[in-house]
């Protein structure tokens, strides 16, 4: 399995895993949502997996179900995205970000205004 580090450019399989992950290195104040955009080239950004930051309650969009997993380790301020059984179709740059919202689902983040983006983004490009 391929951890990239963060901030890199990584190249990957169809059908292969990898995890990659962000430091949340600054305060966030009142943050009880962190999640995982993509932005594809061209595209807008898409929220991909959003979990409360207790870690409760991870909601995915409909096309990574039951192959991404979000996962943070709060003593690190670090976020992580397992991708598995991936697909040419992940491919994009991928965020990591934190808000305060009501609810805390990936269909919430198309709020996108209300997230702090952390990082410079991993890019991942799934070859068939």
């Known amino acids: 399995q391929v951890q990239p580090v963060e901030g890199a450019s990584v190249q990957a399989e169809a059908g292969g895993s990898l995890r990659i992950s962000c430091s949340i290195s600054?305060?966030?104040?009142?943050?009880?949502?962190m999640g995982w955009f993509r932005q594809e080239e061209g595209k807008k950004h898409e929220g991909v997996a959003a979990?409360?930051?207790?870690?409760?309650?991870?909601t995915y969009v409909d096309s990574v179900k039951g192959r991404f997993t979000i996962s943070q380790d709060n003593a690190k301020n670090v976020l992580y995205l397992q991708m598995s059984r991936l697909e040419p179709e992940d491919t994009g740059m991928y965020f990591c970000?934190?808000?305060?919202?009501?609810?805390?689902?990936?269909?919430?983040?198309?709020?996108?205004?209300?997230?702090?983006?952390w990082g410079q983004g991993t890019l991942v490009n799934v070859s068939s």
């Open positions: 979990v409360y930051s207790n870690g409760d309650s991870a």
């Open positions: 970000a934190t808000a305060h919202l009501p609810f805390c689902t990936v269909v919430a983040m198309s709020f996108r205004d209300q997230f702090e983006f």
């Open positions: 600054g305060p966030t104040y009142g943050s009880n949502c």
